[in-house]
């Protein structure tokens, strides 16, 4: 999702600064550099493939509630595939997986609020 994540912040870039992280690896996880990046943006947009439900979006939530939730100027968003089974079709693949789309969407919305 890191190729998605970096084109929305070019699509965004002429309303937005978005800082793009890319955590290479989920464990350890870098707390440090999560954090250090949501007091730079004071906000968070968690993109992963995987569904909502698992996946490593819930342990980078989970530290941001617990140790930088005074960062926070908006609510922490998760932008992840909906809780159902991989599709085997390519076309209903397409529509599973957070697409550029909806992520500029999400950002958008995430940078109004």
Request: charged letters at 25%; proline letters at 7%.
């Given at each position: ?17 978005v ?84 992520v ?10």
């Amino acid at each position: 999702m890191v190729d998605i994540a970096l084109r929305a912040a070019v699509a965004l870039e002429d309303e937005a600064s978005v800082e793009v992280l890319d955590l290479r690896t989920v464990w350890p996880l870098d707390g440090d550099a999560i954090l250090e990046s949501l007091g730079r943006t004071s906000r968070v947009c968690v993109l992963q493939e995987a569904s909502s439900s698992i996946g490593a979006a819930g342990s980078v939530l989970s530290l941001i509630a617990q140790e930088g939730f005074e960062l926070l100027d908006a609510p922490p968003l998760l932008v992840a595939a909906p809780i159902a089974p991989v599709p085997f079709a390519p076309e209903l693949e397409d529509a599973y997986i957070p697409s550029l789309e909806r992520v500029v969407e999400e950002l958008r919305r995430l940078g109004a609020y």
